[in-house]
Nanobody, 121 residues
Framework: QVQLVESGGGLVQAGGSLRLSCAAS????????MGWYRQAPGKQRELVAT???????NYADSVKGRFTISRDNARNTVYLQMDSLNPEDTAVYYC???????????????WGQGTQVTVSS
């Protein structure tokens, strides 16, 4: 009953920028944490960045200083501003949200369908 919808992926040249968005909807009381993960061809899924409801952030070393994660709590939306992109950033990017159920007051992870980011050299 919770859905995550991503947008903003596409093709970009090395050094360029993209902005990803992910909006959560459904049975939501609270989203303690939202974030982005990515999976490159032939590789395992890895954490890119996370942000808590209070605004605390965590970044993978490979993107720190280039990517910026933010969120709009009123809209249950998380963003990922990606600057200085390089071909190593090419991957499917997945939105993740830890959601508190309004009735059970328990939490679970939800995932978006993924959006492709391709960076050409």
């Amino acid at each position: 009953q919770v859905q995550l919808v991503e947008s903003g992926g596409g093709l970009v040249q090395a050094g360029g920028s993209l902005r990803l968005s992910c909006a959560a909807s459904g049975r939501i009381l609270r989203i303690p944490s939202m974030g982005w993960y990515r999976q490159a061809p032939g590789k395992q899924r890895e954490l890119v960045a996370t942000i808590t409801i209070g605004g605390s952030t965590n970044y993978a070393d490979s993107v720190k200083g280039r990517f910026t994660i933010s969120r709009d709590n009123a809209r249950n939306t998380v963003y990922l501003q990606m600057d200085s992109l390089n071909p190593e950033d090419t991957a499917v990017y997945y939105c993740n949200a830890v959601v508190t159920d309004p009735s059970l007051f328990s939490t679970r992870n939800y995932w978006g369908q993924g959006t492709q980011v391709t960076v050409s050299s």
